[in-house]
């Protein structure tokens, strides 16, 4: 296995947390992709990626639509993706993925939570170099074969395919396959899943570190505190770190 498989199953129980903070990352995503491409899934393929997503976490068709509708709305701000590096205590590089209306707002509160929790802002760059951005798709794994899957996906960019055992907390989720690629592959990967009429439960973007570090369980306590932090704030998606984390 390779090292998507090995981060996928180190976070596998780190989901995005609670279900409204799920639901506000797919609002913003909704009006990102109706901005750029129009409130029609048909003819819009971002769109029909964060819709597959929102089923994916159970969001209800209506507060899909709300949101499509609000998007639609020239009045509606849209959502820039902003990418914050930095260090957490004991050396632990941090990448904080984040969506805003108001970037000074989103600035100033990244700043605050790395100086109040002894770490340090950097510039763009200054980290990043230790991270591979890649997307993924997860797709029903019944009736697949993977190694067969993969020749199949291969030329649509797919580097790494696993399985993705069901959620047991979960009652309505599935066993799936996991498809992984570079970042920049994402539009060739869905299409080519579409185009093989394949099912797609859900994708996205995620950054994997290069390099690990493994903490004492009292330098965990110290990281703990920042990205805790970085995690409550309602701008941020995601945070990614060098942490070795447990099996």
Not at 30 to 45: F, L, M, Q, R
Request: with cysteine; glycine share 6%.
């Amino acid at each position: 296995m390779g090292r998507a498989f090995e981060f996928r199953k180190a976070r596998k129980m780190k989901r995005w947390g609670a279900m409204s903070k799920a639901f506000t990352r797919i609002g913003k995503d909704i009006v990102t992709a109706v901005k750029e491409g129009g409130p029609d899934p048909d003819s819009n393929a971002k769109l029909r990626a964060v819709i597959q997503n929102a089923k994916s976490v159970n969001m209800p068709k209506a507060n899909v639509e709300r949101a499509i509708k609000k998007a639609s709305d020239k009045d509606t701000k849209n959502y820039e993706t902003v990418l914050f590096e930095g260090y957490a205590p004991h050396g632990i590089a941090v990448l904080v993925e984040t969506s805003t209306d108001n970037n000074n707002r989103t600035v100033a509160n990244v700043r605050s939570y790395f100086t109040k929790y002894d770490g340090s802002l950097g510039t763009s760059g200054s980290v990043e170099f230790m991270f591979e951005h890649k997307c993924h798709f997860r797709i029903p794994a019944e009736g697949k074969d993977l190694e067969e899957l993969e020749l199949e996906l291969i030329d649509y960019g797919a580097e790494e395919l696993f399985l993705d055992e069901k959620d047991e907390e979960d009652s309505n989720s599935v066993d799936g396959i996991m498809i992984y690629a570079e970042f920049q592959n994402y539009g060739a990967m869905q299409s080519g899943l579409e185009e093989l009429g394949l099912e797609i439960l859900s994708s996205g973007f995620e950054y994997i570190p290069t390099v690990q570090k493994e903490l004492t369980d009292e330098q965990r306590e110290d990281v703990d505190k920042l990205l805790e932090k970085l995690e409550e704030d309602d701008d941020v998606n995601n945070v990614y770190t060098t942490i070795q984390e447990d099996e």
